[in-house]
């Protein structure tokens, strides 16, 4: 979202936790992009940093445009130990929260104070929302699964994704119309896989279950 931001020569604003990280990717954006993006460390959680970051903004930047909720929580299930804290059985109620908190707290709060910058603007902006296939469907647990492994220690995908990931969409619905009057538009994209380095096993299945892909590998479609 930054690349696209920058790459129309627009000014990406990040917000993280790590203030070198922030550092680093917007010295990379702007090295490619020839623009003046800039990172500040806030967390999205608490609400007194997100007014205030929303005034610093205002201040140095005279209005906001555009605002991208994508802030999530996403335990890896690899990262397992005796008790499979992936499955509904173990799910830790403090996991549960804090899941909650970033996904679906952060992204009202953000909403909250930047969306009503956005709908003071003469010609409105937008806000997008970063969901997930899994906002929409029901995560396919077999794409976890391992052989040698007791059927109460396989991974599954959490359940706070899914419930996250769902509650965005219901945020994107209300707040599409409740600036409409002010010209803010509000939609969700939901992503299907994306590659970030995932095991050659899991890939190979998820990969059969996508229509095209799948069909490609199993008929050899020559194209002439």
């Known amino acids: 979202?930054?690349?696209a931001i920058?790459?129309?020569g627009g000014t990406p604003v990040l917000l993280d936790l790590?203030?070198?990280?922030?550092?680093?990717?917007?010295e990379n954006l702007n090295k490619k992009y020839n623009v003046n993006a800039i990172g500040f460390a806030v967390d999205i959680t608490d609400e007194p940093q997100v007014k205030n970051n929303m005034e610093l903004l205002v201040d140095k930047f005279g209005k906001i445009d555009c605002l991208i909720n994508n802030a999530a929580n996403n335990p890896k299930i690899e990262n397992i130990s005796e008790n499979n804290f992936s499955r509904?059985?173990?799910f830790p109620l403090d996991v549960w929260y804090q899941d909650l908190n970033v996904g679906l707290t952060?992204?009202?709060?953000?909403?909250?104070?930047y969306g009503l910058q956005i709908s003071k603007n003469s010609?409105?902006?937008?806000?997008?929302n970063i969901s997930s296939d899994l906002g929409l469907i029901s995560p396919d647990q077999r794409l976890y699964?391992?052989?040698?492994?007791?059927?109460?220690m396989q991974n599954v995908k959490p359940v706070s994704y899914s419930v996250v990931k769902s509650g965005i969409i219901g945020l994107t619905r209300y707040l599409a119309t409740y600036w409409a009057d002010r010209n803010v538009r509000c939609n969700a994209?939901?992503?299907?896989?994306?590659?970030n380095n995932q095991k050659d096993d899991f890939l190979k299945e998820i990969n059969f279950r996508i229509p095209m892909v799948g069909w490609q590998k199993m008929m050899s479609f020559k194209v002439l």
Request: glycine share 12%.
């Open 88 to 90: 509904l059985e173990n």
């Open 145 to 152: 699964y391992e052989e040698n492994i007791d059927s109460g």
């Open 106 to 113: 952060g992204s009202l709060l953000c909403s909250k104070y």
């Open 123 to 128: 010609n409105g902006g937008s806000i997008v």
């Open 6 to 8: 920058a790459s129309f």
């Open 189 to 195: 994209i939901c992503p299907g896989g994306v590659f």
């Open 18 to 26: 790590s203030q070198k990280d922030l550092n680093t990717q917007s």
């Open 1 to 3: 979202m930054p690349e």
